[in-house]
């Protein structure tokens, strides 16, 4: 089994008593990707390490998730207010049936439902290749981080994919595709969200893949580097600009979920290396609010 970890949580309230129990909810979301009609990810547990315990939840069933189906500030619920003991954790990691030569995809039929084996990808021509997470079957992808489930309380979190730099088809590994899980792991307390519109004109230009891409505060726009991992100048999520009918009208929107509270810069693109405007707009994002950039000027 392949495991993924997710860590650098931030959590709410005080560790409790030997005794003292919180729940813990978990969703999964994603930034999509233009080249796939469906992403299927195999999750089977969840494992929660504390100080001095580890707690491992198998989920009553394998929980198959198309994240292409849970984009912007939509998530998958995988774990619903779960009762665990109160008090710091040092990590949580995810269970992924993602295995190298695996299985993943055999049987799947559904246009949109993940009904194959294991983890994979479905192309837009229909081709499915089977997910491979890159990592040892014991320790997985660690990230060293921690959080808290409050005593006689509850806390949300969402783990967003950002699929556009996750998944590369390098020479050599057909069939298999591979899966270096990015992932943006936030508090839903502390989270809002970015949306907007985008010129039409601009949307539907031809060989135009349109995605709006965030940064942190301070970073011009830029491409992503596939080449290096966590790098501090890459997008911190990314978007597919959508169609939408709008009283008739045909519209094109964006829309990023579960973002940190701060301050960040957005751009347009076409293609993932030239920007619009350049050097971005500014975009302040505030708890549990809504935050409009539109790029209507381009």
Not at 24 to 44: M, N, Q, R, T, Y
Not at 52 to 68: F, H, K, M
Not at 95 to 113: F, N, R, Y
Not at 157 to 176: H, I, W
């Amino acid at each position: 089994m392949m495991l993924a970890a997710f860590a650098g949580l931030v959590g709410c309230g005080s560790s409790g008593s030997d005794n003292a129990t919180g729940l813990i909810s978990l969703g999964i979301s994603d930034g999509p990707v233009h080249e796939a009609k469906k992403v299927c990810i195999s999750f089977d547990e969840i494992e929660f390490k504390g100080n001095g315990q580890s707690i491992v939840v198998d989920l009553d069933s394998a929980e198959s998730v198309n994240l292409l189906e849970f984009q912007g500030s939509n998530a998958m619920p995988i774990l619903v207010s779960e009762e665990l003991p109160a008090g710091e954790y040092q990590w949580l990691r995810l269970g992924i049936d993602a295995e190298l030569l695996g299985t993943g995809g055999t049987g799947d039929m559904s246009e949109t439902e993940c009904d194959g084996e294991g983890s994979y990808i479905v192309m837009n021509d229909g081709m499915a290749y089977n997910l491979y997470v890159p990592s040892g079957e014991e320790t997985g992808l660690k990230l060293v981080g921690g959080y808290t489930i409050p005593a006689d309380s509850s806390v949300i979190f969402t783990a967003e994919f950002d699929l556009m730099k996750s998944v590369t088809a390098p020479d050599g590994l057909s069939p298999d595709v591979i899966l270096r899980p990015t992932l943006r792991l936030v508090d839903n307390a502390e989270a809002g969200t970015l949306t907007g519109r985008v010129l039409t004109a601009a949307a539907t230009a031809d060989g135009c893949a349109p995605s709006v891409y965030v940064f942190n505060d301070g970073i011009a726009p830029n491409a992503i580097d596939d080449g290096v991992d966590d790098d501090p100048d890459d997008p911190v999520a990314t978007a597919m600009v959508n169609e939408q009918t709008n009283e008739g009208q045909i519209e094109y929107h964006y829309t990023v979920g579960f973002l940190l509270a701060g301050d960040y810069e957005v751009a347009f693109t076409c293609d993932g290396t030239v920007f619009v405007p350049e050097l971005g707009k500014s975009a302040l994002i505030e708890v549990k609010t809504v935050t409009t950039v539109d790029f209507l000027d381009l």
